[in-house]
């Protein structure tokens, strides 16, 4: 990524924010709540670098489902990652999913890795790069279940196989350091579920 990461700079990834331009909830037939948003996603004084629509619907169970629709504006370099990042308080600490692994596994690093139903903990996914980078994702994750020794947490399903990745380091965290001395390992767990 280091080539192309000067080409995202320029675009605003590293600075995009989100523009809501309506949002609006409905009641649904079988008691769920529907919140619809129009959104727009760029960096400051930059054209968006996509427009979508995300329909949120909460069940009458507490389950949330995500319909999400994105179009990327046309002539852009490839986007770096797309998903949902979701701040966990602390003592989310076990992993389980089924999907690649047992180690990281990336699209184009998942030969060494098998298929199949892994359980894992948040500071077990870090891979300790010396140069601190994106590490520890899952690729190709059908479920995913991210809680505390309790078992309270988050349950995880897509229609599409998804990328995982849960640490104790922001990306931003990742991006300021320049060795992994630098790093300071949080107490909140930081889950991302990227569209592959």
Not at 14 to 20: F, G, L, M, S
Not at 37 to 63: C, E, H, N, Q
Request: negative net charge; aromatic residues 12%; hydrophobic residues 35%.
């Amino acid at each position: 990524d280091m080539s192309v990461r000067k080409a995202w700079e320029e675009e605003g990834f590293d600075r995009a924010e989100t523009k809501v331009y309506r949002a609006a909830w409905s009641r649904g037939p079988q008691n769920e709540a529907a919140v619809e948003v129009s959104f727009s996603m760029g960096g400051y004084s930059k054209y968006p670098i996509l427009r979508g629509t995300a329909v949120w619907t909460v069940d009458a169970r507490g389950g949330i489902r995500l319909e999400l629709e994105a179009r990327t504006r046309d002539g852009l370099v490839f986007l770096p990652r797309f998903g949902l990042m979701l701040t966990m308080p602390p003592g989310t600490e076990e992993v389980e999913y089924f999907g690649w692994g047992p180690h990281e596994c990336y699209v184009d690093k998942r030969r060494s890795a098998r298929r199949g139903r892994y359980l894992t903990t948040v500071d077990e996914m870090y891979e300790p790069y010396i140069f601190p980078q994106e590490n520890g994702s899952r690729y190709g994750t059908a479920w995913a279940v991210v809680s505390n020794e309790l078992g309270m947490g988050l349950r995880f399903e897509g229609g599409e196989p998804f990328s995982l990745n849960v640490s104790h380091f922001t990306p931003e965290d990742l991006t300021r350091a320049t060795h992994d001395v630098e790093l300071v390992r949080r107490k909140e767990t930081f889950l991302h579920v990227d569209f592959l």
